[in-house]
């Protein structure tokens, strides 16, 4: 697979469909926007890549906010890109004021891709939370594709923040998508990461991959039953990004090298976003 | 009609420039990294990530913050080392039409002059900025960009390294900047940038943190504009060398406002951020302002600010 250089274009909204998610016994919602964009041109897009999004002509906020690719339709001569997104600051809001037909600043697709590879005999588990599920649904077309036997663990608040999971259901099965909330409104009480060392105990010889995206805490979490369990494990990272293409260097992360301090930084954006977990010098 | 190249065209430092369009250094990596964003060979010059004798790992993250009309960083100075840029960043810059400008700094005088004399081997190198807004740590910590004597002194260790022409980039955090502009001119150096960043600070009110690891950072982007202005306004009635400006610039506009003001170059900063292909539209726009204004070149702009 290689990647296309990266376009700065005009994008058009085909689709922008806002939803909240309120979980049992909580009264603060949480906000989301379902993005669909058409690009005036051909692309490539991989697994994991992301786009660095603004609207068009809004100079408050200034910065374009990185998102991951969620579904990819290729036209003749234009492509749907689709995203999820999570509204917590004013880079999101701005995203959520956008109208079908307005122009959008697109700069993609950035950063690098799964190995898809690495599965190649072997089980893929997709552990993923919050809007992080976006970032595996095509590498989870890919790996099927491949014939790879894939899992999803998806975790959430609650079960409206189980962003995809009907698609992702659709794509794997019912039974091969194990889910879990903070509330219990869906799938087992709790934390995604109990299913899955359960599922590790369970299929203890079988050779396996683990590809997780979603918040610190959960990427953290999923790298101790990486080590744990001694599987391999690729991370999909956020960081602070002011330019997405590597020109900024304010997306740093701390990764692994032979030197004094036993580190040096990488670029989240150039670098990554994905990272093999023993890479991380966390 | 004349063309853009003759509208555009000017010397400074010594330098002939094909446009006074360029890249400000921190925010084009070595300029490779926006080649296939923008045409480096229209570019008129690239000034690069700040480079250091030796190589530098930078801060801990979080290195960046977004604030009203601009971003505060604190990147640490990351970069590869001036060896590593000249063996294997030049080679390929150097096959562009665009001026190449390494950013240098250090943390003493010693270190700059070190940085420079591997730089000095480079091929393809039209003149060096320095980033003296660096903490001179043989000094007590106090930057040198705050100090007239120091800033003098730095300017002319570097000026006796060099054989190309030297380029200071003066800090705004100061308290008169014509009087630093002064002694660095004295000193020996060929132009000024200015300005670099203001000192910024802002904080998270839930967790009560600075929204950066390294408390402070640097404010860049259209916030600080105003400023870069006045800077540039000022240094141009003090000192005879000429003028680059920098400062929040992203439009045609903004560019215009520092010609006027005395620059007779301008970088773009953080706006490749945002609109990568700023530094192009400027330069279309800046050709089309002269043949609006009958002007046979921009730099009859120059300095032409009626107050
Ligand atoms: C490679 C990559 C892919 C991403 N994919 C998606 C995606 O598919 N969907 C999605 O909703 N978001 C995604 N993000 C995060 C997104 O880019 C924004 O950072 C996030 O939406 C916050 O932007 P904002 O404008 O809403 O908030 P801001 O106004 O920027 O900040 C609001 C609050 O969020 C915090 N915050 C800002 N950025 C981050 C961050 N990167 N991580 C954690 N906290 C942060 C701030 O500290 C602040 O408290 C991705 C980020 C990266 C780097
Ligand atoms: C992320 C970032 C990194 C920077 N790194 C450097 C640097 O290494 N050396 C330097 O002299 N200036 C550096 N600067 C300052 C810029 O070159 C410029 O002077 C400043 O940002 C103001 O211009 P702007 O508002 O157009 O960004 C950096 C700025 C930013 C935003
Ligand atoms: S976001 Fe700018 S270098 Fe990664």
Not at chain 2, 127 to 149: M, R, T, W
Not at chain 2, 195 to 209: E, L, Q, Y
Request: with cysteine.
């Amino acid at each position: 697979m290689s990647t296309e250089c990266p376009r700065d274009l005009i994008a058009t909204v085909e689709r922008n469909d806002l939803f909240a998610s309120t979980p049992q016994s909580q009264n603060k919602s949480r906000h989301y926007g379902f993005l669909q964009l058409r690009i005036p041109q051909a692309q490539t897009i991989l697994p994991g890549q992301f786009a660095m999004l603004k609207k068009h002509g809004i100079y408050e906020p200034l910065l374009r906010r990185a998102m991951a690719y969620y579904r990819v339709t290729r036209h003749d001569g234009s492509t749907s890109v689709e995203f999820i997104y999570q509204i917590l600051g004013r880079g999101t809001e701005s995203l959520s004021t956008m109208r079908v037909g307005d122009p959008v600043d697109y700069l993609g697709a950035l950063g690098n891709t799964y190995d898809v590879q690495a599965t190649k005999d072997k089980n893929a588990l997709l552990v993923v939370g919050g809007v992080g599920s976006a970032a595996v649904f095509m590498l989870a077309e890919e790996l099927l594709k491949q014939g790879t036997p894939t899992r999803l663990f998806i975790g959430g608040a609650s079960r409206g923040d189980l962003l995809g999971y009907d698609d992702f259901v659709e794509l794997l099965g019912k039974e091969n998508c194990i889910s879990a909330t903070v509330d219990g409104s869906e799938g087992e009480r709790g934390f995604v990461t109990t299913p899955l060392e359960r599922h590790l105990q369970a299929n203890a010889n079988k050779p396996t991959v683990i590809y997780s995206c979603g918040p610190d805490a959960m990427l953290h979490a999923t790298a101790k039953v990486a080590d744990k369990y001694q599987i391999p494990a690729q991370l999909s990272l956020e960081a602070p990004m002011a330019c997405g293409i590597g020109i900024c260097v304010g997306c740093a992360v701390a990764v692994k090298h032979d030197c004094a301090e036993g580190f040096v930084y990488k670029k989240v954006c150039t670098d990554g976003p994905i990272f093999w977990h023993e890479e991380l010098h966390w | 009609m004349m063309t853009d190249s003759q509208l555009l065209t000017i010397e400074c430092a010594g330098v002939t420039f094909p446009n006074p369009v360029g890249t400000a250094s921190g925010t084009c990596g070595y300029g490779l990294d926006l080649k296939d964003l923008i045409d480096l060979n229209k570019l008129g010059a690239v000034f690069t990530k700040g480079l250091s004798a030796k190589p530098m790992r930078g801060n801990a993250p979080w290195r960046i913050v977004e604030t009203h009309g601009g971003m505060i960083n604190a990147i640490g100075l990351q970069n590869i080392g001036a060896k590593t840029f000249v063996a294997e960043k030049l080679p390929e810059l150097r096959q562009y039409a665009t001026r190449i400008i390494p950013n240098v700094f250090g943390y003493s005088i010693d270190e700059y002059s070190e940085a420079i004399r591997i730089l000095e081997d480079g091929e393809g190198i039209h003149a060096y900025e320095l980033n003296i807004s660096c903490p001179n740590v043989k000094e007590g910590g106090k930057s040198f960009a705050n100090d007239a004597c120091q800033a003098a002194e730095v300017t002319a260790a570097v000026r006796k390294a060099s054989s190309r022409p030297v380029i200071v980039k003066l800090s705004p955090n100061v308290t008169d900047i014509a009087e630093i502009a002064r002694a660095v001119e004295d000193a020996g150096a060929d132009a000024l940038s200015l300005i670099n960043t203001a000192i910024g600070m802002s904080i998270d009110i839930h967790t009560r943190k600075p929204r950066i690891g390294n408390v402070t950072g640097g404010l860049s982007g259209p916030a600080i504009k105003p400023i870069a202005v006045r800077c540039v306004f000022q240094a141009y009635r003090a000192v005879k060398i000429p003028l680059i400006g920098i400062g929040g610039i992203a439009t045609t506009e903004d560019a215009l406002e520092f010609i006027i003001a005395g620059a007779r170059l301008i970088q773009v900063g953080t706006a490749n951020f945002y609109d990568p292909s700023a530094t192009m539209k400027i330069i279309d726009g800046l050709a089309e302002y002269c043949r609006e204004k009958n002007l046979n070149n921009i730099s009859k702009l120059v300095g032409t600010v009626e107050a």
